[in-house]
């Protein structure tokens, strides 16, 4: 029941490393294969109830793949850790089918856990919509969403949402260039386009359509803060006004 995916999750590590050349070899040497083996039994265990031991047979699996995988975070289908040292996918983490993430990738929260009136543990890690692949080294940190097919680049630090089929990189994390729309759904190793985008200026433009998405998004930003701000400046022109008055 715990392993009723395990062919596809196996076919999955061997479509998306290009260095894997058997089944055998995903099996006995992909350290990001054992890890999702490990979390399918502790998430199991989890379930049942039986979080102490889930937790230890966690840190097990941590000790032996150097991945970290909380029990009761929720991975979908054909999740693929590449490498996997230093990953670590923390409680409340949620992630759909056909995502691949690169070792020292962290889903990570920023804010307290508890809510310590309701006593429940509160959504403070990130969700990874289908498709979605994470760089070596990439920080997705708080309750945010990366979207469907989305790219994160090589350590980027991630702290706001990113919509879907778009790439994003560097710190903090801006959009640089949508995905190629005709290959929405495909994989492509290590988040490159397969065969690139031979047209230059076309590369370029669709960089520039990138950064003027992210620019917008800044300028709206800026205008709501703006908005915020107002009463408190129109409060302190008055104050002005009658001061000088006086
Ligand atoms: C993000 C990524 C998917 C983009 O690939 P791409 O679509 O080929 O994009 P490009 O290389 O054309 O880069 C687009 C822009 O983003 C910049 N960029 C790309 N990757 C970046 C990164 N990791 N950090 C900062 N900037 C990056 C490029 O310099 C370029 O900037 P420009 O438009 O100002 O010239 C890829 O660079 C990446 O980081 N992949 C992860 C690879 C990985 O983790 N490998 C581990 C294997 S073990």
Redesign the pocket.
């Known amino acids: 029941m715990i392993f009723k995916h395990f062919n596809e999750e196996v076919s999955a590590f061997m479509a998306r490393d290009p260095a894997a050349r058997s089944r055998l070899e995903v099996i006995l040497c992909y350290p990001g294969f054992h890890a999702l083996v490990f979390y399918r039994m502790t998430h199991f265990l989890w379930g049942l109830g039986l979080k102490v031991f889930a937790r230890w047979l966690s840190q097990v699996g941590k000790f032996l793949t150097g991945v970290e995988i909380h029990p009761a975070a929720a991975i979908g289908r054909r999740f693929v850790i590449?490498?996997g040292d230093g990953v670590v996918i923390g409680e409340t983490s949620e992630i759909g089918d056909d995502v691949t993430v690169?070792?020292g990738v962290t889903l990570g929260g920023v804010s307290p856990s508890v809510d310590s009136r309701a006593q429940v543990n509160l959504k403070r890690h990130p969700t990874l919509n289908d498709g979605a692949?994470i760089?070596?080294g990439a920080q997705i940190l708080g309750p945010i969403t990366i979207g469907e097919g989305a790219?994160?680049?090589?350590?980027?630090v991630v702290h706001r949402d990113v919509p879907a089929g778009v790439?994003a990189?560097?710190i903090p994390a801006r959009v640089?260039?949508p995905r190629d729309k005709d290959k929405a759904g495909q994989f492509v190793a290590?988040?490159?386009?397969a065969e690139?985008c031979p047209d230059p200026v076309l590369?370029t433009i669709e960089?520039l359509r990138g950064q003027v998405a992210a620019l917008i998004e800044k300028v709206d930003e800026l205008e709501s803060r703006l908005e915020d701000l107002k009463p408190a400046s129109e409060a302190e022109e008055k104050k002005t006004i009658v001061s000088v008055g006086e």
């Open positions: 590449d490498h690169y070792q692949i760089g070596s790219r994160i680049g090589a350590n980027a790439t990189v560097g640089v260039m290590y988040g490159e386009p690139g590369r960089s």
